[in-house]
């Protein structure tokens, strides 16, 4: 599983800049393809408080985990 979502990733973004992943994608899409992949994944989004960037940032526009996953939280 781990392979496949790389693979997809890698079609995405560049995985190896600055040691973190850049990638053009919607959190809820990220966690879907990580399901499809392995349905029993555990996805634990970290940093969700940092204060710009992260899903509960100031530049986010999500007010809970649920908003942001939809009906996959």
Not at 24 to 34: Q, S, W
Request: net charge negative.
């Amino acid at each position: 599983a781990a392979d496949q979502i790389a693979a997809q990733l890698e079609r995405i973004g560049n995985l190896g800049a600055d040691g973190r992943p850049i990638l053009k994608l919607d959190c809820y899409d990220l966690l879907a393809m990580c399901l499809e992949a392995c349905p029993e994944v555990i996805f634990i989004p970290a940093h969700i408080w940092t204060p710009h960037y992260s899903v509960l940032g100031a530049f986010s526009r999500f007010q809970s985990m649920e908003e942001c996953f939809g009906d996959l939280a």
